[in-house]
């Protein structure tokens, strides 16, 4: 599999909470990181039970685009916990065997833009 068709993967089986399938797709020494918590889980158990257990049952996620090559992806997503959503951005490596051994998750906040633009964009 390519990068695109495993990160697929990876978000289906996240999405259906086959924790056997999502651990399948990584690398024993995957390292995830959040940089703007500067948080860094390394290992696939301790990963696997991070996403099984938080943050509980009810959330969806959406992957809007998922782009890359070989041995790397991105995927722009939407994550929805009952009526709230966030916007997602997840860098992937995949390692020589094609399991994900890297991701870098960003989770930018909304924010109102500043004044003295509004004559050339709209708001959605």
């Known amino acids: 599999m390519d990068a695109v068709t495993t990160v697929g993967a990876y978000w289906a089986a996240a999405n259906a909470r086959d924790w056997a399938a999502f651990g399948d797709l990584l690398s024993p020494?995957?390292?995830?990181?959040?940089?703007?918590s500067r948080e860094r889980i390394t290992g696939r158990a301790r990963y696997v039970q991070f996403n099984a257990e938080y943050p509980g049952d009810g959330w969806v996620v959406e992957p809007v685009r998922i782009l890359g090559g070989a041995s790397y992806a991105a995927s722009w997503i939407r994550f929805r916990v009952g009526p709230d959503e966030q916007t997602g951005v997840c860098f992937f490596d995949l390692d020589e065997a094609g399991l994900i051994a890297r991701i870098t998750d960003f989770w930018p906040e909304p924010f109102e833009p500043p004044?003295?633009?509004?004559?050339?964009?709209e708001r959605y």
């Open 29 to 36: 020494d995957l390292v995830y990181e959040l940089p703007q």
């Open 115 to 121: 004044g003295g633009r509004e004559h050339l964009t």
